[in-house]
């Protein structure tokens, strides 16, 4: 979420925010919503997933590694970023 937050503010968009999840990005959007009320004006949930069907996916050493390239991912995105 803190990605999310960092890149609204490095491209200088100021809240409130109507966040639209699709599918995964959905639980995405929602945590975010959560995490910082006060910066959502609205949310637009497009098919979107819910927590518990990782659980039903996915065996707990899925989920972790999953995470795990997740949190790769981001940081990569991050330092690109970051590059320009």
């Known amino acids: 979420m803190r990605d999310i937050r960092a890149a609204l503010r490095r491209l200088k968009i100021d809240p409130p925010y109507v966040l639209v999840g699709h599918s995964i990005g959905g639980m ?3 945590m975010f919503a959560f995490l910082h009320p006060e910066e959502v004006a609205g949310l637009v949930l497009l098919d979107s997933s819910c927590e518990r ?3 039903r996916w996915f ?3 899925e989920r972790l590694s999953a ?3 997740g949190q790769r991912a981001r940081a990569r995105a991050l330092a690109m970023a970051r590059a320009g």
Do not use: G, Y
């Open 67 to 69: 995470r795990r390239a």
């Open 28 to 30: 995405a959007a929602r």
């Open 53 to 55: 069907q990782l659980e």
């Open 59 to 61: 065996t707990t050493e």
